[in-house]
């Protein structure tokens, strides 16, 4: 079981909200994700990080923003969340290591925007 | 352009029976497969990887296996049960990047009834 966290799990909110989705892990790993899933589909990378002070945007353009402050952890904000937000959220961390290093996800977060 | 398509989409079995979920992908240069188990509302797990040499790999009642000539694996379960009801992502790794970008498929749902 890998030891990665997101909360909260669920979040219902309302339009204009700002949001701050949570990712901690307690692995020590450098390289953070945050990957976007839609019911049925693939995971899109949205946002990664090699380290502290170290964000990318990833495949998917998103409006969100996220900060790697500290090597634990990984938050991802929305200013102001609209319904086209409505998505799961999955956090991943792995060591900074070869491409062959395995991803290890955090539970989700199920994001609803009304 | 690098894909990887699954199929098939949905599969329904009873416990006890056997099944083998495809892969294929497009994805150049290839780095690594992995498997992974996405239960309902969780991060997805890693099940099995290989790299270009390795043909097959056994995890438990799972064995994947991969023909790099013709781009494509294959994840046999064996005598399955209903803990093995979830999603199963085919990800393929390219040697493009130090990132080691991930190509995702859509995932086999399975279902296991009594």
């Known amino acids: 079981e890998a030891d990665i966290y997101q909360t909260p799990r669920y979040l219902v909110i309302g339009t204009g909200k700002k949001i701050t989705l949570e990712c901690s892990q307690t692995m020590g790993h450098d390289k953070m994700y945050w990957y976007q899933q839609d019911p049925g589909m693939e995971l899109h990378l949205i946002h990664y990080s090699y380290g502290v002070n170290s964000t990318e945007k990833g495949d998917l353009s998103s409006e969100s923003t996220v900060s790697r402050i500290r090597t634990e952890h990984f938050p991802l904000t929305l200013e102001s969340a609209r319904p086209s937000h409505t998505s799961q959220y999955l956090c991943?961390?792995?060591?900074?290591?070869?491409?062959?290093?395995?991803?290890?996800f955090g539970p989700g977060t199920r994001l609803t925007v009304l | 352009k690098n894909q990887v398509e699954q199929s098939p989409q949905s599969l329904i079995i009873l416990e006890g029976k056997n099944c083998t979920l495809q892969?294929?992908?497009?994805?150049?240069?290839?780095?690594?497969l992995r498997w992974y188990k996405q239960d309902t509302g969780r991060g997805p797990v890693s099940l099995t990887i290989m790299t270009f040499s390795e043909n097959t790999k056994s995890n438990g009642r799972y064995t994947a296996t991969l023909d790099a000539d013709t781009k494509q694996s294959s994840l046999h379960i064996t005598a399955s049960q209903l803990s093995d009801s979830a999603s199963y992502i085919c990800?393929?790794?390219?040697?493009?990047?130090?990132?080691?970008?991930?190509?995702f498929g859509r995932g086999t749902q399975l279902t296991v009834w009594p």
């Open positions: 990800v393929v790794s390219d040697r493009g990047s130090t990132l080691g970008r991930l190509y």
């Open positions: 991943a961390s792995s060591p900074q290591a070869a491409p062959t290093d395995t991803q290890y």
């Open positions: 892969c294929n992908y497009t994805v150049s240069p290839f780095s690594n």
